[in-house]
């Protein structure tokens, strides 16, 4: 597949999908319930920053892609920023279709799978964190190993 090559291509694919759902799901909103507070987040905003998010990260690829020290590191980020997105808001969606099913049935069925989903979501969402530190990682041991004395 040419369109993918170079294989940071696929963060703005994945960017334009992103940004194409934020319009499909327009009436969506996700409900964090933290203490006593409520959130109310629509959904159209998290795709749009998952899509903004995505775009950044293809712009820099695209004028740093030359100066990267590891092609192993490159294809790990990308790709993993890829999936653990798309994991984050899949599990977002489906935790919030899961409490709305069981809101009128038993409560501790909700609070079970609302617990479990949210953490889920927190693991998906500490992997993303942490796996965002190999590219200036990657970028910055690439310019120091290209660096002419």
Request: proline share 3%; glycine share 4%.
């Amino acid at each position: 597949m040419k369109i993918l090559r170079p294989l940071h291509n696929l963060l703005l694919i994945v960017s334009a999908l992103f940004f194409l759902a934020a319009f499909l799901t327009l009436k969506r909103t996700l409900d964090i319930n933290l203490y006593d507070t409520v959130y109310i987040v629509p959904f159209s905003r998290i795709f749009m920053v998952c899509a903004v998010f995505l775009s950044l990260l293809w712009l820099l690829y695209t004028f740093t892609y030359h100066r990267l020290f590891s092609q192993k590191l490159y294809k790990i980020h990308v790709i993993g920023s890829v999936l653990l997105f798309i994991i984050i808001i899949a599990g977002s969606l489906w935790s919030n279709q899961l409490i709305e099913h069981y809101t009128g049935s038993d409560p501790l069925k909700k609070v079970q799978w609302s617990t479990e989903t949210g953490n889920g979501i927190a693991i998906a969402s500490i992997l993303l964190t942490s796996i965002q530190l190999l590219y200036p990682l990657n970028l910055i041991i690439g310019l120091f190993k290209n660096k002419k004395p």
